[in-house]
């Protein structure tokens, strides 16, 4: 398996082309055949031909790039078509609009051969995707991997790697307390292992044997090396530093960050009105009570704000002071449940945005009464409140509702730490994808623990 290893990326890159090059084939097909022999189009634009197809081409490696269209191995089955469909339905739209421009048609004129093209690419899609999984289990199956654990229960992160059981298969865990020598005799009959939250020192002989032996490591991150991850290598000595510059954005950022926030905001509203329109009819009329929900948040430097939601739980809610939302939530209303699984619960926060109290993408605006609880066990989560908080962000599009507030942390800081505008606007293009995906809107399980109770038990994970 490790020298089929080497050849991965090169079988992908074929894979890729092949799709790409089908979908491109049918559009040139449709193209000449319905749109420019029967003149439909125009016989002045016969020159641009070539613009067209490769408009369509680079659309097409855009988006499948964005939202994963091309990672058979990496996401799910599921996850997988799904990327590509939402890529194919957005590519032919925004070409329909295109052609629309060029021919000078009316929003609905002529669009039947794109219609049919869409259902081809679906169907070509579908079995595209089927196909390479199956080719891809042969060639890779699962790593058999051994897990080395600290003090922290290692069931949690066992149980996530468990939902990938067609990547990795865990056949043995190991506590760092039976000692390194016999870890490392351990380790060398895995050509993989995973290591978790375990401390510093023994981490570093670990990772080093691992490199020794050639063995594949994945090791959980530590704030600290999310801290160095985006670190400039300095060349001024023998000795190479690592410069953590450790500075908020800039100005510069932090102006095209605002014009970014006012211009897309300004746009959500006017496309989103209809459907907080009739969300508010549908709050109205369930139990005749408020139609928005005011909740105090945070925001950067711990400044207080007042959220807008619509409410989707029922008035009383909360009689028993702030909590997180837990699956199935008896609290939460018919129109509720609808409104959050699309998130449409949030579109009042347009705005929060416009006002200057949130950004479009940033760090999930946490309660101040719950981020306390957070700060008693995790002092640093208050480093998330560096920038300000958004409707979207690293931690809503990479994790989930119930991700773990230490893991949020985690995401949350390698935003920070990345930053650039670019990283933005694929943030809010991901944000779409997810948008339908329960698995990001679903409240906590009754089995995970909540601040309150985490506060009860915590644990050295900075060692």
């Known amino acids: ?19 790409v090059a089908i979908e491109t084939l049918i559009f040139t097909y449709i193209w000449y055949n319905f749109y420019l022999s029967r003149e439909i189009i125009g016989r002045l ?5 070539q613009v067209v197809i490769g408009f369509y081409v680079l659309m097409l490696y855009f988006f499948y790039k964005i939202y ?24 032919n739209f925004i070409t329909y609009l295109q052609l629309c421009l060029i021919g000078r048609w009316r929003l609905g004129e002529h669009s039947t051969p794109m219609i049919i093209m869409t259902g081809i690419d679906m169907l070509i899609v579908i079995i595209w995707v089927v196909g390479m ?16 654990y600290g003090e922290r229960n290692p069931k949690e992160l066992c149980d996530k790697f468990e939902t990938r059981a067609d990547k990795y298969t865990i056949r043995e865990m190991v506590s760092v307390s039976l000692g390194v020598e016999a870890i490392k005799e351990k380790i060398n009959g895995y050509n993989a292992i995973i290591i978790g939250d375990i401390p510093s020192h023994i981490r570093n002989v670990l990772l080093k044997y691992c490199f020794e032996k050639d063995i594949r490591c994945y090791s959980i991150p530590k704030l600290s090396d999310i801290l160095l991850r985006n670190a ?3 060349h001024l000595f023998d000795t190479t530093l690592l410069l953590s510059r450790n500075l908020r954005l800039t100005a510069e950022q932090l102006f095209f960050k605002r014009l970014l926030d006012i211009v897309f905001s300004l746009v959500m509203l006017v496309i989103a009105s209809p459907f907080m329109l009739l969300i508010a009819i549908a709050i109205k009329i369930y ?16 400044q207080i704000f007042m959220i807008l939601k619509f409410r989707s739980m029922k008035i ?6 702030a909590q997180l939302a837990k699956k199935k939530d008896d609290r939460v209303t018919p129109v509720g449940r609808v409104i959050r699984r699309i998130h449409f619960d949030e579109l009042p926060q347009i705005f929060n945005i416009l006002k200057g109290d949130m950004s479009l993408v940033g760090p999930r605006p946490e309660r101040p009464e719950i981020a306390t609880l957070y700060g008693d066990i995790i002092p640093e989560f208050e480093y998330r409140l560096k920038v300000k908080a958004g409707l979207t962000g690293y931690a809503q599009v990479y994790g989930k509702y119930n991700t773990t507030p230490y893991d949020k942390l985690k995401l949350d800081l390698t935003y920070i730490e990345t930053y650039s505008l670019k990283l933005d606007l694929k943030l809010l293009m991901l944000t779409f994808k997810i948008l339908f995906q329960k698995e990001n809107t679903e409240g906590l399980e009754v089995w995970q ?3 309150g109770q985490e506060n009860k038990n915590k644990d050295s994970r900075e060692l």
């Open 449 to 451: 623990r909540t601040a």
């Open 232 to 234: 400039d290598e300095i």
């Open 133 to 148: 999984r199956f080719v891809y289990t042969r060639l890779y199956p699962p790593r058999q991997m051994l897990m080395i």
């Open 1 to 19: 398996m490790e020298n089929r290893e080497r050849y991965k990326k090169i079988i992908m890159f074929f894979a890729s082309v092949i799709i």
């Open 68 to 91: 994963g269209g091309f990672k058979v191995g990496y996401l799910r089955v599921f996850e997988v078509i799904y990327s590509q469909i939402l890529s194919v339905l957005c590519v």
């Open 45 to 49: 634009f016969v020159r641009g031909n």
């Open 287 to 302: 139990d005749g009570g408020p139609v928005f929900y005011k909740q105090p948040r945070l925001t950067r430097d711990n």
């Open 316 to 321: 009383d809610s909360e009689e028993q002071g």
